[in-house]
C-alpha cells in the first residue's frame, strides 16, 4: 500500500492482533464472570462486581502501573510465570493483550451480563425437567440464548482495544513492531517534528477501525437475534 | 409437605393413585402450583418427602434432595417454556436424548402423531400458535421417557377456542399413558375430562382428597358445591339408541337416564355431570312433564348453599344427585332427610374425555 509507510502497516497490525489476542482471553472468564454475577448467590459478590468495573472508572496508566507491579519481572505472578515457564510479559506484545484485555474486560462482563438478564430462567428449568445436566444446560440453552450479547460484547471490546493507550504504554511501553499500537504510533507521531501528515492518517484509520466495529457488531447482534426466533419470526 | 412464603403457609399432603390423572384443584394461589414445584424439584420445600413409586424424590428429614434433571419428571409449564433457538423437532428430541438409557416411552412417531404436530417439525416455536406451543410442549415432556408427568395449568393461557382444540389430546393421552400425571388447574371442566382423583386445595391446605365422583358428590364442600355448574359427576355406560325419538339411554347405579341422541356406541362407559341446578324435585310423580327423567329419590341431606337457597343431596338407588332449590321450596314442601321425593333431571353435561372404551361384556 502507497499512502502506508511499513511502519505505519505494522502499528495497523500489531493493534489488531493485540485487541484480537485481548478478546479471545478475555472472553471465557469475562463469560463466567458475568454469569457468577448475574446468577450466583456467593459472598463477595459485591466485590467481584466492583471488582470488574475498576478499570473502567481508574486511570489506565493505573491499571498499567498495577500490572507492572504484579506482572512485572520481580512481580509475585511475574516471577513464577518467568521462572516456570520463561514467559515474559513486560514489554511484550504478550503484555500489550494482557494490558488490553483487562482494560477491556469490563466491556465484556456488562454486554454478556445483559444479555444473559434477558435468558428467561424458565427455559434453564425446563432443560433441567428435561434431563439437563449445569454444564449440558449452560451449553445448550443458556450460551446460545446470550450469543447475541457475547458477538457484540467481544466487538465493542475489540473495537476498545485497538485504541487501548494508558495501560499498554505503562505496562509495555512503546517499542515499534513489539508494542506499538495505533494510539501509540499516533502519539509517537505527534512527538516528531514533521509527523502531523503521519498522525492524520493513523487517525483515519482508527477512526474508520472504530465506525466498522461498531455497525458490525450492531448488524452481526441483529443477525443472531433474528437466528434465535426472537423479534421476527 | 410443608413450606413458608412470606404470607403464606403450605401444608399439604396426599396420596396419588398410579397410574391414574390427579388434579389438583382449587383457586388462584391456593399453593397448587408450589406442590407441583416441589415435586419436580424447582423448589426446595423447608420440610416435606416426595416418593413415587418405591423411589424417594425428596425427604429432608433424610436429607435426600435428587436434582430435578434426575426426577425423570416431565413437566408441561403454563407459559409452554419452548426453547427459541431450536427448532420444533430438536426441541421434542432434547428430552429424548437426555432420557436415562434403558427406560421406556412412547417412540417419537406415535407422539408426534397423537399431538397432530408433524407438519411443525421444522418451525421455530416463535411461528407457532399458543395451542401449537402447548401440544409441542406435551410432545417434549412425553418424550423425555417420564415416570411421572406434571402439567401446570396447561390450557389457563390459551383462549377458549384453543382450550377445546387442546383437551381432546389431553385425553388422548390420559388413555395412553400407563404414568402417573399430577394436573394443576382452577377450572372444573379440565377436571371433569381427565381427572380420576381430585386433590382440593385452598390457601396452602388439601382440603379433601377422593375420587372426583365422591367428591363432587358432598355438599360441605363450598369449593365445590358453592360453584355455579356444581353437580355429581357419574359413570355411565351407554344402554341403547333410540333415533326415532332422538334419544339415548344412559346406565347409571342409580337407573336409567335419557339424553339426547349421543354418537357413543353401545357399551362404551361415558363420564357426565348432572348439575344441582339442573334437578329439580316433586313431592308426587308429575302426570305430564317435558322432561324425560323422573327418577324416585329419598332425601339424604338438606345443606345450606348460596343465600336463600339449599342444596339437597338426594339417594337415586346406588347413586347420590345433587339438587339446588329455593330455600322457600324447602318450606313449602317440608323437605326434610328421609323424605321420598321425584327427582327430575333436566339435562346432563358430558364429558368427552371421560370416555372409557370397554370390552364387551362375556356372554352368559
Same mark, same amino acid.
Given at each position: 500500500?502507497?499512502?502506508?509507510?511499513?511502519?505505519?502497516?505494522?502499528?495497523?497490525?500489531?493493534?489488531?492482533? =493485540?485487541?484480537?489476542?485481548? =478478546?479471545?482471553?478475555?472472553?471465557?472468564?469475562?463469560?463466567? =464472570?458475568?454469569?457468577?454475577?448475574?446468577?450466583?448467590?456467593?459472598?463477595?459478590?459485591?466485590?467481584?462486581?466492583?471488582?470488574?468495573?475498576?478499570?473502567?472508572?481508574?486511570?489506565?496508566?493505573?491499571?498499567?502501573?498495577?500490572?507492572? =507491579?504484579?506482572?512485572?519481572?520481580?512481580?509475585?505472578?511475574?516471577?513464577?510465570?518467568?521462572?516456570?515457564?520463561?514467559?515474559?510479559?513486560?514489554?511484550?506484545?504478550?503484555?500489550?493483550?494482557?494490558?488490553?484485555?483487562?482494560?477491556?474486560?469490563?466491556?465484556?462482563?456488562?454486554?454478556?451480563?445483559?444479555?444473559?438478564?434477558?435468558?428467561?430462567?424458565?427455559?434453564?428449568?425446563?432443560?433441567?425437567?428435561?434431563?439437563?445436566?449445569?454444564?449440558?444446560?449452560?451449553?445448550?440453552?443458556?450460551?446460545?440464548?446470550?450469543?447475541?450479547?457475547?458477538?457484540?460484547?467481544?466487538?465493542?471490546?475489540?473495537?476498545?482495544?485497538?485504541?487501548?493507550?494508558?495501560?499498554?504504554?505503562?505496562?509495555?511501553?512503546?517499542?515499534?513492531?513489539?508494542?506499538?499500537?495505533?494510539?501509540?504510533?499516533?502519539?509517537?507521531?505527534?512527538?516528531?517534528?514533521?509527523?502531523?501528515?503521519?498522525?492524520?492518517?493513523?487517525?483515519?484509520?482508527?477512526?474508520?477501525?472504530?465506525?466498522?466495529?461498531?455497525?458490525?457488531?450492531?448488524?452481526?447482534?441483529?443477525?443472531?437475534?433474528?437466528?434465535?426466533?426472537?423479534?421476527?419470526? | 409437605?410443608?413450606?413458608?412464603?412470606?404470607?403464606?403457609?403450605?401444608?399439604?399432603?396426599?396420596?396419588? /393413585?398410579?397410574?391414574?390423572?390427579?388434579?389438583?384443584?382449587?383457586?388462584?394461589?391456593?399453593?397448587?402450583?408450589?406442590?407441583?414445584?416441589?415435586?419436580?424439584?424447582?423448589?426446595?420445600?423447608?420440610?416435606?418427602?416426595?416418593?413415587?413409586?418405591?423411589?424417594?424424590?425428596?425427604?429432608?428429614?433424610?436429607?435426600?434432595?435428587?436434582?430435578?434433571?434426575?426426577?425423570?419428571?416431565?413437566?408441561?409449564?403454563?407459559?409452554?417454556?419452548?426453547?427459541?433457538?431450536?427448532?420444533?423437532?430438536?426441541?421434542?428430541?432434547?428430552?429424548?436424548?437426555?432420557?436415562?438409557?434403558?427406560?421406556?416411552?412412547?417412540?417419537?412417531?406415535?407422539?408426534?402423531?397423537?399431538?397432530?404436530?408433524?407438519?411443525?417439525?421444522?418451525?421455530?416455536?416463535?411461528?407457532?400458535?399458543?395451542?401449537?406451543?402447548?401440544?409441542?410442549?406435551?410432545?417434549?415432556?412425553?418424550?423425555?421417557?417420564?415416570?411421572?408427568?406434571?402439567?401446570?395449568?396447561?390450557?389457563?393461557?390459551?383462549?377458549?377456542?384453543?382450550?377445546?382444540?387442546?383437551?381432546?389430546?389431553?385425553?388422548?393421552?390420559?388413555?395412553?399413558?400407563?404414568?402417573?400425571?399430577?394436573?394443576?388447574?382452577?377450572?372444573?371442566?379440565?377436571?371433569?375430562?381427565?381427572?380420576?382423583?381430585?386433590?382440593?386445595?385452598?390457601?396452602?391446605?388439601?382440603?379433601?382428597?377422593?375420587?372426583?365422583?365422591?367428591?363432587?358428590?358432598?355438599?360441605?364442600?363450598?369449593?365445590?358445591?358453592?360453584?355455579?355448574?356444581?353437580?355429581?359427576?357419574?359413570?355411565?355406560?351407554?344402554?341403547?339408541?333410540?333415533?326415532?325419538?332422538?334419544?339415548?339411554?344412559?346406565?347409571?347405579?342409580?337407573?336409567?337416564?335419557?339424553?339426547?341422541?349421543?354418537?357413543?356406541?353401545?357399551?362404551?362407559?361415558?363420564?357426565?355431570?348432572?348439575?344441582?341446578?339442573?334437578?329439580?324435585?316433586?313431592?308426587?310423580?308429575?302426570?305430564?312433564?317435558?322432561?324425560?327423567?323422573?327418577?324416585?329419590?329419598?332425601?339424604?341431606?338438606?345443606?345450606?348453599?348460596?343465600?336463600?337457597?339449599?342444596?339437597?343431596?338426594?339417594?337415586?338407588?346406588?347413586?347420590?344427585?345433587?339438587?339446588?332449590?329455593?330455600?322457600?321450596?324447602?318450606?313449602?314442601?317440608?323437605?326434610?332427610?328421609?323424605?321420598?321425593?321425584?327427582?327430575?333431571?333436566?339435562?346432563?353435561?358430558?364429558?368427552?374425555?371421560?370416555?372409557?372404551?370397554?370390552?364387551?361384556?362375556? /356372554?352368559?
Amino acid at each position: 500500500m502507497g499512502w502506508l509507510s511499513l511502519e505505519e502497516w505494522q502499528a495497523v497490525r500489531l493493534s489488531l492482533s =493485540v485487541a484480537l489476542r485481548a =478478546v479471545l482471553f478475555g472472553l471465557p472468564p469475562g463469560i463466567l =464472570v458475568a454469569w457468577l454475577l448475574a446468577r450466583g448467590r456467593f459472598p463477595g459478590r459485591g466485590v467481584l462486581d466492583a471488582l470488574v468495573h475498576l478499570p473502567l472508572v481508574m486511570p489506565p496508566v493505573v491499571i498499567g502501573w498495577l500490572l507492572l =507491579v504484579t506482572f512485572g519481572v520481580r512481580g509475585p505472578v511475574g516471577a513464577w510465570l518467568n521462572d516456570w515457564f520463561g514467559i515474559r510479559l513486560v514489554f511484550t506484545t504478550g503484555g500489550a493483550a494482557l494490558a488490553t484485555a483487562v482494560m477491556s474486560f469490563p466491556l465484556i462482563v456488562r454486554s454478556v451480563r445483559l444479555s444473559l438478564d434477558a435468558v428467561d430462567p424458565g427455559l434453564e428449568e425446563a432443560a433441567r425437567t428435561l434431563g439437563a445436566g449445569p454444564v449440558d444446560r449452560f451449553l445448550t440453552i443458556t450460551l446460545p440464548l446470550m450469543a447475541p450479547g457475547v458477538l457484540s460484547g467481544a466487538i465493542i471490546a475489540f473495537a476498545a482495544g485497538l485504541g487501548e493507550f494508558g495501560a499498554v504504554i505503562t505496562f509495555a511501553s512503546n517499542i515499534p513492531g513489539e508494542t506499538q499500537t495505533l494510539p501509540l504510533a499516533i502519539y509517537a507521531a505527534t512527538q516528531t517534528p514533521g509527523g502531523e501528515a503521519m498522525a492524520a492518517r493513523l487517525a483515519a484509520i482508527s477512526f474508520a477501525m472504530a465506525v466498522a466495529g461498531l455497525v458490525l457488531a450492531d448488524f452481526a447482534g441483529r443477525r443472531l437475534r433474528a437466528l434465535l426466533g426472537r423479534g421476527g419470526r | 409437605m410443608r413450606h413458608r412464603f412470606p404470607g403464606f403457609a403450605l401444608d399439604a399432603a396426599f396420596a396419588a /393413585p398410579t397410574p391414574g390423572v390427579t388434579a389438583l384443584f382449587g383457586p388462584s394461589g391456593c399453593g397448587k402450583s408450589t406442590v407441583l414445584a416441589a415435586v419436580a424439584g424447582l423448589l426446595r420445600p423447608e420440610a416435606g418427602r416426595v416418593a413415587l413409586g418405591g423411589q424417594v424424590l425428596l425427604d429432608t428429614g433424610r436429607g435426600i434432595m435428587l436434582p430435578p434433571e434426575r426426577r425423570r419428571c416431565g413437566v408441561v409449564f403454563q407459559d409452554a417454556r419452548l426453547f427459541p433457538h431450536l427448532s420444533v423437532e430438536t426441541n421434542l428430541r432434547y428430552g429424548q436424548r437426555r432420557a436415562p438409557p434403558g427406560t421406556a416411552g412412547l417412540p417419537f412417531a406415535e407422539v408426534v402423531d397423537l399431538l397432530g404436530i408433524g407438519h411443525l417439525l421444522g418451525r421455530r416455536p416463535a411461528a407457532l400458535s399458543g395451542g401449537e406451543k402447548q401440544r409441542v410442549a406435551l410432545g417434549r415432556a412425553l418424550l423425555s421417557r417420564p415416570a411421572l408427568l406434571l402439567m401446570d395449568e396447561p390450557l389457563a393461557a390459551l383462549d377458549a377456542a384453543r382450550k377445546l382444540e387442546l383437551l381432546p389430546f389431553l385425553a388422548r393421552l390420559r388413555d395412553r399413558l400407563s404414568i402417573p400425571m399430577l394436573y394443576v388447574t382452577h377450572a372444573l371442566d379440565e377436571v371433569d375430562q381427565l381427572a380420576d382423583t381430585l386433590v382440593l386445595m385452598q390457601q396452602g391446605r388439601v382440603l379433601a382428597c377422593d375420587t372426583l365422583e365422591a367428591l363432587s358428590a358432598r355438599t360441605d364442600l363450598s369449593l365445590l358445591a358453592g360453584r355455579r355448574d356444581a353437580g355429581v359427576v357419574l359413570h355411565c355406560t351407554v344402554l341403547a339408541h333410540a333415533p326415532e325419538r332422538g334419544l339415548t339411554r344412559l346406565g347409571f347405579p342409580g337407573g336409567e337416564l335419557l339424553v339426547p341422541l349421543d354418537p357413543a356406541p353401545p357399551g362404551m362407559r361415558l363420564r357426565v355431570r348432572v348439575r344441582a341446578r339442573d334437578v329439580s324435585v316433586a313431592m308426587a310423580a308429575p302426570p305430564a312433564l317435558s322432561m324425560q327423567n323422573v327418577l324416585p329419590a329419598i332425601v339424604e341431606a338438606v345443606d345450606p348453599g348460596a343465600p336463600h337457597e339449599a342444596l339437597l343431596r338426594l339417594r337415586v338407588g346406588g347413586a347420590v344427585l345433587l339438587s339446588r332449590v329455593t330455600l322457600d321450596a324447602v318450606r313449602r314442601l317440608g323437605l326434610a332427610p328421609g323424605q321420598a321425593v321425584w327427582a327430575m333431571v333436566k339435562s346432563v353435561a358430558f364429558s368427552r374425555g371421560g370416555e372409557v372404551p370397554v370390552a364387551p361384556p362375556p /356372554p352368559a
